[in-house]
């Protein structure tokens, strides 16, 4: 069972501030995603990642930088959070051969206020 | 513009009863349709994928359909439990591997009720 962690689960911070989310999966997936879910959307990709040190760019990414440091690991930066980015954020992973599946994190709940 | 719809957006239905979910898609090309369930604040947990071009699937209590000439997917939950409460979202993928795109439907919010 693929294994995807996220932290943390909830946070709230303010407007302008400086937030990081962080994704771990163990499962040597090469792939790594970043979603927002929002009421009424389906989730849409912000950022995503094929392995460390490379950074894809999603359908959403304005106001979203990431970072891939380890196979293991892909971090969501907010440098200058505002509160239209007041979200549920899912982490996923997969495996380039996997047919496409999916391994979907908890989720991150984020209040900006 | 939307790519994947789902109907209805919520539903309730009484424990022990049966209810169909509806997927519509517009996604070329359309490799493969997935089901997942969400529970309230979770992630997504997949139930079932389907392939063919005219493709059935079963997972217990948990059957689905898929027609790629009208793009169109049913889920079918059969003998409803409480724990089936809630959101059924739908994905398209676009290829069959991790270069592809996935399409995600906004949900149906399924309360089950005693």
């Known amino acids: 069972e693929a294994a995807v962690t996220q932290s943390p689960r909830n946070k709230v911070t303010v407007t302008g501030g400086n937030v990081t989310l962080s994704c771990r999966q163990t499962n040597s997936h090469n792939y790594m995603y970043w979603y927002r879910q929002d009421t009424g959307h389906g989730l849409r990709l912000i950022h995503y990642s094929y392995g460390a040190g490379n950074l894809q760019i999603g359908d959403v990414p304005d106001g979203y930088k990431a970072t891939r440091t380890t196979q293991e690991d892909f971090f969501l930066l907010l440098e200058l959070a505002s509160p239209s980015q007041t979200s549920l954020y899912f982490c996923?992973?997969?495996?380039?051969?996997?047919?496409?599946?999916?391994?979907f994190g908890p989720g991150t709940r984020l209040t900006v206020l | 513009k939307t790519q994947v719809e789902q109907s209805p957006q919520s539903l309730v239905v009484r424990q022990g009863e049966n209810c169909v979910l509806q997927?519509?898609?517009?996604?070329?090309?359309?490799?493969?349709l997935r089901w997942f369930k969400q529970d309230t604040g979770k992630g997504l947990v997949s139930l079932t994928v389907?392939?063919?071009?005219?493709d059935k699937t079963s997972n217990g209590r948990y059957s689905a359909t898929l027609d790629k000439d009208a793009k169109h997917s049913t889920l079918h939950i059969t003998a409803t439990l409480l724990d089936d409460t809630a959101t059924y979202i739908c994905?398209?993928?676009?290829?069959?591997?991790?270069?592809?795109?996935?399409?995600f439907g906004a949900g149906t919010q399924l309360i089950v009720i005693p």
């Open positions: 994905v398209v993928g676009d290829r069959g591997s991790a270069l592809g795109r996935l399409h």
């Open positions: 997927c519509n898609y517009s996604v070329t090309p359309d490799n493969h």
């Open positions: 996923a992973s997969s495996d380039v051969t996997g047919a496409g599946e999916q391994y």
């Open positions: 389907l392939v063919d071009q005219k």
